[in-house]
């Protein structure tokens, strides 16, 4: 983390889990237990069908609600999709975009650069995700890999809005796997995607901009995790469903830093 340039952020991903009762339990819970004071932005993405218990819930909190996926499309025959003004009204502030676990179902990289784009004129935040495959890190092409799906998902981000877009790191071999990249090689490629945002924009908004890692990240590792300088955050699975390992996720963001 570097506190001084840019905003740190814990993020929660429940993916399909909790029903909207049980997130009005956690958010009670969470609440409890929050760290007082200042502390980095905590948002939590949930299915959207507990969007609006979570958000009644945490109201009066620094706690953003976010959501898990969005359509691109203002509006229209799409059934089943959830447009990004849908979202806002809502009262969600965040929205994860282009999880490998989405694009294992057939979402692409254009899918994902309208989905930015989209979240960023209704003035989410868009939480975007890039990652590479076992096979990818093997065959040593990861920088190209994680690079190109910068690129691409980026395409058309106008050079004043870019810093508003949060990027997650999640190499797909360690979500839900309990095998977490190591402090070292998860700083070594959100180092590199500092770099791209370098070269695609500029020096200050590569400095600006919140790059947090994910995968199997929990109340065990972040510490040494976040204590790397080019990682922001964090996007968490699995941690994020117990509120006690959520808040000490949180308390190990507010390590000082240089
Ligand atoms: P886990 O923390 O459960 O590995 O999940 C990571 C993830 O995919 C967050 O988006």
């Known amino acids: 983390m570097n506190k001084k340039y840019r905003k740190t952020v814990i993020a929660?991903?429940?993916?399909?889990?909790?029903?909207?009762s049980e997130t009005k339990?956690?958010?009670?819970?969470?609440?409890?237990?929050?760290?007082?004071?200042?502390?980095?932005d905590v948002a939590l993405c949930v299915p959207a069908v507990c969007i609006p218990a979570a958000v009644r819930a945490m109201r009066e909190t620094r706690v953003g609600i976010g959501a898990e996926n969005c359509n691109a499309n203002a509006s229209g025959a799409y059934t089943g999709e959830i447009a990004t003004n849908m979202l806002t009204d809502a009262g969600c502030k965040y929205v994860i975009i282009g999880h490998s676990e989405r694009r294992a179902m057939g979402e692409t990289d254009a899918d994902v650069n309208a989905k930015v784009l989209a979240a960023l004129e209704a003035g989410l935040v868009p939480i975007m995700c890039c990652g590479e495959s076992l096979e990818q890190r093997e065959a040593d092409i990861t920088e190209e890999w994680i690079s190109m799906q910068i690129k691409l998902?980026?395409?058309?981000?106008?050079?004043d809005k870019v810093r508003k877009v949060?990027?997650?790191?999640?190499?797909?071999?360690?979500?839900?796997?309990?095998?977490?990249?190591?402090?070292e090689q998860a700083e070594e490629v959100c180092n590199s995607i500092r770099a791209v945002v370098r070269k695609l924009y500029s020096s200050k908004n590569a400095r600006a901009i919140s790059i947090l890692y994910g995968g199997s990240m929990n109340e065990k590792n972040a510490f040494e995790l976040l204590a790397q300088p080019d990682i922001d955050g964090g996007l968490i699975g699995g941690a994020s469903l117990v509120p006690e390992k959520f808040v000490q996720i949180i308390e190990a963001a507010n390590q000082p830093t240089v």
């Open 12 to 20: 929660g991903n429940w993916k399909m889990n909790k029903t909207p």
């Open 25 to 40: 339990e956690f958010m009670n819970q969470l609440k409890a237990i929050l760290p007082k004071g200042r502390w980095c």
């Open 153 to 159: 998902g980026l395409a058309g981000v106008p050079e």
């Open 166 to 183: 949060v990027i997650a790191y999640e190499p797909i071999w360690a979500i839900g796997t309990g095998r977490t990249a190591t402090p």
